[in-house]
């Protein structure tokens, strides 16, 4: 899959183009559809599939509370899960208001077609764009007869089951149930940390841990809480290197200090030094809460137990 980061200039003419538009937040099953969609036009037609997708999150700029956005994937994630599916070009737009001010008929005419020349438009009976929200779904098959080019609609009952899973999806991360979010996705959640240097307290007890820093605030991270995951160690050029077992606590170590909210992984049978290293974590499943112990010892206890409970899903 290419990304393609500008517009003037950088774009290569596309071949009998399949666009899309969204932000395709999670890439979840609903979105598969869609994307199952556009390649089977694609190869129909001999053409190239092609999402379109907003950077930063349009909410962010035109949302009087943007700091409530939280997101499923960040652009890199999103990235990964698109090459996965198979998509020919990804046409990352920088969203600001300069772009959110542009009338409907400008945003047909000076972005879609001038950029893309579209052989097919996939898009939603909802879809609003332009200034105001005041182009949709009608305006795109005027234009498309007048400029030569296909408009074919994403069904309700397929746009609802996606609205739907995402706020579901949301919801049960933000709930630790891991279960029903993987399902909803098709695949387990995850996301990325960077290894940081922690008080080493889990090297006395027998489970040492990689404390993780998250970079993007955007990014949703499951509630307070056990959890076994994999853990892959990402190199610089983003291929996996390795693949491992672990189990991963979130929450503010109650039994220890209980101020900070931490994220800190127990990778199984690893032991080597990973300061600085990239982690790309996926998310299982729960295992349980995160509750105060009496005392070290009967931490440690319970992460054995834990540790087993791992080892069985891992």
């Not at 040492?208 to 949703?220: D, V």
């Amino acid at each position: 899959m290419k990304v393609h980061r500008e517009l003037a200039g950088s774009l290569p003419e596309f071949r009998n183009a399949v666009v899309t538009i969204g932000t395709f937040d999670g890439v979840h099953k609903g979105h598969q559809q869609i994307l199952a969609q556009m390649k089977e036009e694609a190869a129909r037609i001999n053409g190239e599939t092609i999402i379109i997708t907003f950077h930063p999150h349009p909410r962010k700029i035109v949302s009087s509370v943007p700091g409530d956005v939280k997101l499923l994937n960040t652009l890199s994630e999103k990235k990964l899960l698109l090459e996965k599916a198979g998509i020919d070009h990804l046409v990352v737009v920088p969203f600001d208001h300069h772009f959110a001010n542009q009338s409907a008929d400008e945003y047909v005419k000076d972005f879609l077609y001038k950029y893309f020349n579209p052989h097919t438009i996939i898009i939603g009976y909802d879809h609003r764009f332009g200034k105001g929200r005041t182009g949709d779904y009608h305006l795109l098959e005027a234009y498309g007869k007048q400029l030569g080019f296909e408009v074919k609609e994403i069904t309700e009952q397929l746009l609802n089951e996606i609205a739907v899973s995402s706020t579901r999806i949301r919801k049960a991360i933000a709930e630790n149930d891991i279960d029903t979010a993987n399902a909803a996705l098709g695949y387990p959640y995850f996301f990325e940390g960077l290894v940081i240097e922690g008080n080493q307290l889990g090297r006395t007890i027998g489970y040492p841990t990689a404390n993780l820093h998250i970079g993007s605030e955007e990014k949703l991270i499951p509630g307070n809480g056990v959890y076994a995951v994999h853990v892959e160690l990402i190199s610089d050029d983003a291929n996996v290197s390795q693949k491992l077992g672990g189990m991963m606590n979130i929450g503010i170590r109650p039994t220890i200090d209980g101020k900070k909210r931490v994220i800190e992984v127990n990778i199984f049978d690893f032991d080597a030094t990973i300061y600085g290293q990239q982690l790309r974590i996926h998310v299982l499943k729960q295992l349980r809460n995160e509750i105060k112990f009496d005392g070290l010892e009967a931490l440690k206890t319970q992460l054995g137990n834990d540790k087993l409970q791992a080892l069985a899903i891992v």
